[in-house]
């Protein structure tokens, strides 16, 4: 019997310390002394801090931690742990690294904070913890109006970028601020989905024997037979499904039209890929 065992939890904590302190680096660093912010509620501290003096450690909290009890008593269920951790060390971080000004380039404070800020929250989404944010002023507008989620998020999120255009009378910072917002986005999804490092190959054959045969044999990766029909003809086709490297895109196209040069391929990038031959699973036999 194989007994599984889940990553410590003490090691998903490290990791959104770590994130978290990612994150409050590119809003000290870059963002605040530009007068930039890819969105939420640190976008709110920054107008804030400009405008009233306040600290943005201290927004941050003071807005997060009502969103969160707010949440729980319009639409129950408990606040994950990993959540308030993440939010109160994100408070935390931007109180206590105090990083003078890395840059006053307001395009490397754009590239450069998107970046931090969106590894940062990619480790912390990757930890299955939280910062808190706008998602729940979103929920709100799910209610409200018929958006989607994802939509709504959006939409706070222009509403907070556009806020520096106008408080700060420069339209450009908000053109800058939604550049960062787009680099921040992609960063998270690359910590979290993988860089696209392989490919997915769906191929449908009259030789699914000899293929299987051969990629087995010649290119050393796994083989998956799923069984089609024709849309068209009704007759049952075969259907393999192979996931490979970027290295060996060439060497399987090769193969395949080698052996069946009327085989039907469709080539699809994969994000992550967790098994045998590739990352290995978060959790230990």
């Known amino acids: 019997m194989i007994a599984l065992k889940m990553r410590p939890a003490w090691t998903e904590y490290v990791l959104i310390a770590m994130g978290t302190a990612l994150t409050a680096t590119g809003i000290n660093a870059l963002y605040a002394p530009n007068q930039i912010s890819d969105g939420g509620v640190a976008g709110v501290g920054i ?3 400009y405008t009233l003096h306040w600290p943005i450690w201290a927004v941050l909290l003071g807005v997060n931690l009502p ?4 949440s729980h008593r319009l639409w129950g269920g408990r606040v994950g742990a990993r959540t308030l951790f993440g939010t109160v060390m994100l408070s935390v971080w931007v109180a206590v690294l105090r990083w003078p000004p890395w840059t006053h380039v307001i395009l490397l404070a754009t590239v450069y904070g998107g970046i931090l800020s969106g590894v940062g929250l990619g480790l912390v989404f990757r930890a299955r913890g939280t910062t808190g ?4 002023v979103a929920r709100f507008l799910t209610h409200l109006l018929p958006v989607s ?3 709504a998020m959006l939409a706070v999120d222009f509403f907070i970028i556009s806020a520096f255009g106008v408080v700060f009378r420069n339209p450009s910072l908000a053109m800058y601020s939604l550049i960062a917002l787009f680099i921040s986005s992609q960063a998270i999804d690359l910590v979290q989905e993988g860089s696209g490092f392989a490919r997915a190959f769906t191929i449908i054959t009259a030789e699914p024997d000899r293929l299987t045969e051969a990629i087995l044999r010649e290119v050393g990766r796994g083989v998956t037979r799923l069984c089609g029909v024709g849309g068209y003809t009704g007759d049952p086709r075969a259907v393999l499904l192979v996931v490979v490297s970027r290295s060996e895109v060439t060497r399987l196209k090769e193969l395949i039209y080698s052996l069946d ?3 039907f391929v469709v080539v699809g990038t994969v994000h992550e890929v ?12």
């Open 47 to 49: 107008i804030l801090f």
């Open 67 to 70: 969103l969160l009890w707010l």
């Open 133 to 136: 944010g706008t998602d729940v």
């Open 149 to 151: 989620m994802g939509q």
């Open 261 to 263: 040069p009327k085989a």
């Open 274 to 285: 967790v098994g045998e031959g590739f990352r290995k699973p978060p959790i230990e036999e």
